[in-house]
């Protein structure tokens, strides 16, 4: 949730208003003495709005706020709004929330204020002016600020895509284009820089310990981020400031130095002290091996000091300070940059665009400050203002004036184009980008072009060159010294072949994406890559494997403080549970699902539950309940999300069409779905095209046309080789042949996946029929035991196809 930085005081805030009390802190609605039930999403939408009751707020910027995304249809922004206004008790637009025609809502209840601080909400002019801290007494310590930023609640946009369903384009959109929000010079690295495996462990610089008064408290990233960004533009490789804000995680910065990722690593902590008017910058650096060093500097500028302290430390660690920078304007010019990268990095986007609102005219021309602007529109979903910002400033920025930053709003605008759908003109911005950013001195940003042009050939479906660009981002993301980075980078290349359904080639570079980022101490991250290993080994057939590396994230809320992967990783294990005929534990995680991901909370999540549960009604053997249920799921938003498990689901429901006897309504939708995947062909949708083709003729009596489709998706699933689709064919196709007497070639078939039989049930019954169509009683017996163990909760196939 982005609350309101100008109404946040120093202590815990809570807002009364009819019967009702509103606690942000708590995340709790209180009617009278009764705790409300409110899902997440709304309970966030009526913070919001609240905290920003002094003005009307528009639909994007509310969706950006609650969501944490641009990509959220109005339609359930409504839904929301209406549950918050019936949990208040109003019918309509006149009550507490005012619908603003073409533009937005706004809260127009009286509201009271409380708090553990009696004072009244700040206005802007007197934060600005310093007024709003109350009476001075006769040491007024350090000069007033603005109000300290809520923490950073890390969003990532739609990640991972779900097991079975499996696309990179969310991860590379999370990796790269939250990237283009850092600032040119944020990961420019000298020549002389050591590069390669050779190259030290980049430092991490941790947050600042700075004042008690919360008037200051922006300088726990600001001076964080400045001292990096000023070692790095020395020469010392230094992680960027978003990646050691991702490996603290839930950890104190203090416990940073215990995880993997501090092994060898210099580990900086600045200190900020202000004392009869001047401010005194300590950096300690410590690192396993050789001395610590402590350095300080002093100026009646903090930023001045910190950056004389980063100075002072590049020379005691042997690199050569930055030159230049000392002018008046430039000095002005970094603190406003400093300060607004502070507000954005706690996605504290209105705090950002009031420090710049607040500066002088002279800085907020700077293109610098406009590209902030622009990211600030971003970072609230109003990505065609972005768009337009950026295209203005392009102009004023030539690459001969500066490419790096040039290269950088490229970034921005390939980004924010992505975002709005218009793949076209982002690959076209993303190649001016890397034709600008070769040879500028900024290798990450020139990963990050690499990288936003793979996650628009991956939408594409051009699999080959967004492995070619992960490539190329790769080589400069390790000569930039970004490890996570880099181990993002890995992690991507596996998923762009999970993809490309390609399970055997992914897992193992997924292996190697896990062992980097377990060193690097991500937890967010490790638990992605492992998301993504799942699916993998699911289709490999490795159930235990896949059971394995589940244990290894769950609980999910034990392993991210991120909600939607919560969901993402329960709705994983939900794949698991219903491959290993686990009905009832998938039943009580998809009750859950239902309950808790609501599409006003994470739509991805709950399209998929609502497709998992017509599954497990159908394992369960009820197919007249599991066809509608099916029917429901085919939404739109799982077409366009999820495709593969779109598909997955509309055969299935196929099936119990032709289960419950109703084959005349599944040979319109099986004619329908050949006609789907047409329009969006791949080998493996052609394969489950193909099946339920074969299925559907066969439930005809076409017995001749049955068995060609039957042998033409066999020969396509062993094209592509991937165990889950051979034993999907194989199986029906082998209770065909044997129907029809034909056991030496059904024999032939179910040789092809005997392998698999130990532990997947269709390959055990498909054995089995075939052991008692050849009257082995014994090898019959044996493998029904098997079946029957493999079968856990789910009803027992037919003996033969319908």
Same mark, same amino acid.
């Given at each position: ?364 021309? @700077?293109?610098?400050?406009? *590209?902030? !602007? =622009? /990211?600030? +529109?971003?970072?609230? %979903? #109003? ?5 337009? $910002? ?88 390790? @000569?930039?010294?970004?490890? *996570?980075? !880099? =181990? /993002?980078? +890995?992690?991507?290349? %596996? #998923? ?5 359904? $390609? ?96 599409? =006003? ?111 033409? =998706? ?89």
């Amino acid at each position: 949730m982005h609350g309101s930085c100008y109404a946040t005081p120093m202590g815990a805030r809570h807002y009364r208003f009819r019967n009702f009390t509103l606690d942000p802190a708590a995340r709790e609605l209180w009617k009278n003495d009764e705790l409300v039930a409110l899902p997440g999403s709304a309970l966030d939408c009526l913070v919001y709005l609240v905290e920003q009751r002094e003005r009307a707020v528009g639909r994007d910027e509310l969706i950006a706020a609650v969501w944490g995304r641009a990509d959220v249809a109005d339609t359930l922004l409504a839904q929301t709004v209406l549950r918050v206004r019936r949990t208040l008790g109003d019918s309509g637009s006149d009550g507490a929330i005012r619908t603003v025609a073409r533009f937005g809502y706004r809260w127009v209840e009286e509201t009271a204020v409380g708090g553990d601080v009696s004072e009244p909400v700040a206005s802007r002019a007197a934060i600005g002016s310093g007024e709003a801290g109350g009476e001075v007494t006769q040491d007024p310590g350090p000069p007033v600020a603005l109000r300290e930023p809520l923490p950073r609640r890390r969003t990532f946009w739609p990640v991972v895509a779900l097991v079975l369903g499996m696309t990179c384009i969310a991860m590379l959109a999370v990796l790269w284009f939250g990237r283009s929000g850092s600032d040119p010079a944020e990961t420019a690295v000298v020549s002389g820089t050591p590069l390669g495996t050779s190259s030290p462990p980049p430092a991490l610089v941790l947050p600042a310990n700075v004042p008690d008064a919360a008037d200051w408290s922006w300088l726990r990233l600001g001076l964080m981020d400045l001292v990096g960004n000023r070692l790095r533009q020395g020469g010392l490789p230094t992680a960027p400031s978003e990646n050691v804000l991702a490996l603290l995680g839930g950890l104190g910065d203090a416990d940073l130095a215990a995880t993997p990722a501090a092994d060898g690593a210099w580990r900086i902590a600045p200190d900020a002290e202000y004392h009869d008017g001047a401010w005194r910058v300590r950096l300690h650096a410590r690192r396993d091996a050789g001395p610590p060093h402590e350095v300080e500097a002093t100026s009646e500028d903090v930023l001045e000091a910190a950056r004389s302290a980063a100075d002072v430390l590049l020379i005691r660690l042997g690199y050569t300070p930055p030159q230049g920078g000392n002018a008046v304007r430039s000095l002005a010019l970094e603190e406003l940059v400093q300060r607004t990268k502070a507000a954005i990095l706690a996605d504290q986007f209105d705090l950002a665009r009031y420090l710049i609102e607040q500066a002088p005219a002279t800085l907020r021309d @700077a293109p610098e400050v406009e *590209l902030r !602007l =622009a /990211q600030i +529109d971003q970072g609230r %979903g #109003l990505n065609a203002e972005a768009e337009v $910002r950026l295209q203005a400033l392009l102009d004023r920025v030539p690459a001969s004036l500066d490419p790096a930053l040039r290269g950088r709003i490229l970034i921005s605008l390939g980004s924010t184009q992505y975002r709005r759908r218009q793949l076209a003109p982002a690959s076209q911005t993303f190649d001016e980008a890397i034709e600008v950013l070769v040879g500028a001195g900024d290798p990450i940003a020139l990963a990050g072009a690499y990288g936003g042009r793979a996650a628009i050939a991956s939408q594409d479906g051009k699999l080959d060159q967004a492995a070619a660009d992960l490539g190329r981002a790769r080589v400069e993301m390790e @000569a930039g010294g970004d490890a *996570l980075g !880099l =181990a /993002q980078v +890995d992690m991507n290349l %596996g #998923l762009v072949q999970a993809k490309n359904y $390609r399970p055997a080639q992914a897992l193992p570079m997924l292996r190697g994406a896990e062992a980097r980022i377990a060193v690097l101490g991500a937890r967010e991250e490790l638990a992605y890559v492992r998301y993504g290993m799942v699916g993998a080994q699911l289709q490999l057939l490795d159930y235990s494997g896949a059971e394995a590396t589940v244990a290894l994230f769950w609980p999910p809320e034990a392993h991210t403080g991120n909600a939607r992967l919560r969901w993402r990783l329960t709705v994983t294990r939900v794949y698991v549970l219903l491959a290993t005929g686990r009905l009832d534990e998938a039943d009580a995680l998809l009750s859950q699902i239902e309950r808790g991901a609501g599409d =006003a909370d994470d739509y991805a999540a709950h399209s998929a539950g609502r497709a998992l549960t017509a599954l497990v009604v159908a394992a369960r053997g009820r197919f007249e309940e599991a066809a509608p249920l099916a029917k429901a799921a085919l939404t739109g938003e799982l077409e366009y999300e999820q495709p593969d498990l779109y598909l997955t689901t509309w055969a299935e429901r196929l099936r119990c069409l032709r289960r419950s006897g109703q084959v005349d309504a599944a040979a319109a939708e099986t004619e329908a779905l050949r006609s789907w995947v047409e329009e969006r062909s791949n080998p493996w949708r052609r394969i489950h095209s193909t099946l339920a083709e074969a299925e559907q003729a066969w439930a005809l009596g076409r017995t001749e046309a049955a068995l060609q489709r039957f042998a033409d =998706a066999f020969e396509q699933a062993e094209g592509l080789s991937i165990p889950d689709d051979l034993v999907q064919v194989a199986e029906p196709y082998a209770l065909a042949l044997i129907g029809i007497g034909q056991v030496d070639r059904a024999s032939t078939v179910v040789g092809r996946v005997a392998a698999w039989a130990e532990h997947d049930v269709r390959a055990a019954w498909a054995q089995a029929q075939l052991y008692r169509a050849q009257a082995r009683p014994s090898a019959w017996e044996r493998t029904t035991e098997q079946v029957l163990r493999l079968a856990g909760q789910r009803a027992l196939p037919a003996a033969s196809i319908d």
